[in-house]
């Protein structure tokens, strides 16, 4: 496994909800230097070259981000990101600068794009990812899924598929909503059913996110927003407008945000993602990110099998055997190829 943090640490598979959301519990006192104030905060904005710190006793101060801060390993398009527990200093001109980042438990990186060297952090530190997608207005691909939840397997972090905009959907389309639900909730995936017109599905929503903190991510458009204006009633967050609504995402949500909800707990709302990169991984390493294909190739001839076309390969008999679904088969050899290349390339 390729070395860089956030692998290293972690659990979330395991049991969500470690997080320590009670950030005013961490020691507050860190010793000043020079008569400058230091203190523990935990990141939840990031607008330009600002950073909105929440600190022990409830204060928000923005903060420019001092020194260099590369990450050991990854090449981020910004060196601190929304769920950070970091150190501030604040001298007595009332400047805040932010001085240092805890070691992170887990994040989400994704690549911009196949060809782009750089990549992105969405948030880190968290206890549970939704995966907001819609089937249709717009369309998420089941490619695009299963390369949010390869990252996610890679980096340890929690998922739950929430398919939303149900109310919008004719019988075909709910046909085809119950096959895919059925296929994710086989590998271990659970899903659940949303509609923030009815209502439906928030309940379970309100009751999964208590207590945790917990990052929405998906195309533009697929109602991120519109869901977390559904778990707290504090704020209102700016959804797109229906009128100027077709068929894309209009990109409303500009910049990821965490969000105090009811009951305890954060929900991040980040901007909608085209596409999602996958990073850093070997070819070995990608079949052990799907997990119902991890499994099969246990029986595979050949220790090193890339389940392509080998002799002996469990994988790609359970493949014609149907206990491996074809899409997500495809979704490999594509994950695959863009590893490849990336070898290639570099
Ligand atoms: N019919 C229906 N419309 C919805 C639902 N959820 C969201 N919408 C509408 O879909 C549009 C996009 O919703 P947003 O909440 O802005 O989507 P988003 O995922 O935050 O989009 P970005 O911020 O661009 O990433 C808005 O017009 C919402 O009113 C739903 O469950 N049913
Ligand atoms: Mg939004
Ligand atoms: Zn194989």
Redesign the pocket.
Known sequence: MAKSEGRKTNNAQRGAGENELKYNAVASSVPSVNGNRKERGLVIRNTGNYYLVRTADGTDILCLAKGNFRLRGIRSTSPVVVGDRVIIERSSDESAYIIEIEDRKNYIIRKASNLSKHSHILAANIDLALL?I?LR?PETTTVFIDRFLVTAEAYRVLVHLVF?????YDNDDHAYLNDVIRLYSSIGYPCIK?????G?GIEQLKALTKGKITL?A????????????LLQSDVS??????S??HQK??????FSEMIEIEGEGFVI?????KGFGTVDMTTQEVSHYFPEIFRFSADCRYYNCLHLNEPGCAVLKAVDEHYISESRYQSYLNILEDVNEGKYRS
Do not use: Q, W
């Open positions: 907001c819609t207005f939303n905009k149900t109310d919008l949303t509609s923030a017109e009815t439906e929405l998906g195309h533009s458009g697929v109602g991120k927003s519109s869901i977390i204006n967050r700016k959804v797109g407008k229906i100027d609504y995402g209009m990109h409303t949500t500009t709302d980040t901007p909608g993602i």
